[in-house]
Nanobody, 119 residues
Framework: QVQLVESGGGLVQAGDSLRLSCAASRRTFSSYVMGWFRQAPGKERELVAT????????YYADSVKGRFTISRDNAKNTVSLQMNSLKPEDTAVYYC????????????WGQGTQVTVSS
């Protein structure tokens, strides 16, 4: 069981930056693939970025590529999402999630943190 707690959301203006953080409860954090998802009102949840385990490789959705950066600190059991050049369409609840390597589905989810970008 992994408990995930996000922080860092808020209300910003277009063009601003925010950094989201996710703290994991489990000492075997490094064994999990981590991802950030988001869900805007009336829309389906979408994958924003992922980061692999110990030798990090990353994936970004086209909509955030070049603006967002995902990173992890296995010593501190944290994963972060640096969001730059924010746009109003980035407004959503952002979720941190974890999955075991070899399993397609993300099994563990945080409670979400709201990001609102005003124009």
């Amino acid at each position: 069981q992994v408990q995930l707690v996000e922080s860092g959301g808020g209300l910003v203006q277009a063009g601003d930056s925010l950094r989201l953080s996710c703290a994991a409860s489990r000492r075997t954090f490094s064994s999990y693939v981590m991802g950030w998802f988001r869900q805007a009102p009336g829309k389906e949840r979408e994958l924003v970025a992922t980061i692999s385990r110990n030798v990090p490789t990353t994936y970004y959705a086209d909509s955030v590529k070049g603006r967002f950066t995902i990173s992890r600190d296995n010593a501190k059991n944290t994963v972060s999402l640096q969001m730059n050049s924010l746009k109003p369409e980035d407004t959503a609840v952002y979720y941190c999630a974890a999955r075991v390597i070899g399993v397609a589905e993300y099994e563990y989810w945080g409670q979400g943190t709201q990001v609102t970008v005003s124009s």
